[in-house]
Nanobody, 128 residues
């Protein structure tokens, strides 16, 4: 059974930092894309950042560029999201995602439909 387990969310103040982790189990994703999406109340799930299998191809949404950093450890089957200078607008449920397709792809994938497995979500709340 494939599972993605997220951790690291919480309640912080504007300007603070958080680090999200997502550990995959049940199969390896070392050759496949992984990423982070978020969903605020009443809004659609949106891409935050994604990373290719090698870690060389990375995408950031404009709203987080310069503040968030994505990374992965293929030996641990884990992807991370370092979030700095958090803003109230970053408040959302953050979801880890992994794709079973597009092995060895060098361009990052940004569509919800590109990913096959999802974590249960971790709440990030940023107060002003």
């Amino acid at each position: 059974q494939v599972q993605l387990g997220e951790s690291g969310g919480g309640l912080v103040q504007a300007g603070d930092s958080l680090r999200l982790s997502c550990a995959a189990s049940g199969r390896t994703f070392r050759t496949n894309p992984m990423g982070w999406f978020r969903q605020a109340p009443g809004k659609e799930r949106q891409v935050v950042s994604t990373i290719t299998w090698s870690g060389l191809g990375i995408y950031y949404s404009d709203s987080v560029k310069g503040r968030f950093t994505i990374s992965r450890d293929n030996a641990r089957n884990t992807v991370y999201l370092q979030m700095n200078s958090l803003e109230p607008e970053d408040t959302a449920v953050y979801y880890c995602a992994a794709s079973t397709r597009y092995a060895y792809r060098d361009e990052p994938l940004t569509g919800v439909a590109d990913y096959d497995y999802w974590g249960q979500g971790t709440q990030v709340t940023v107060s002003s």
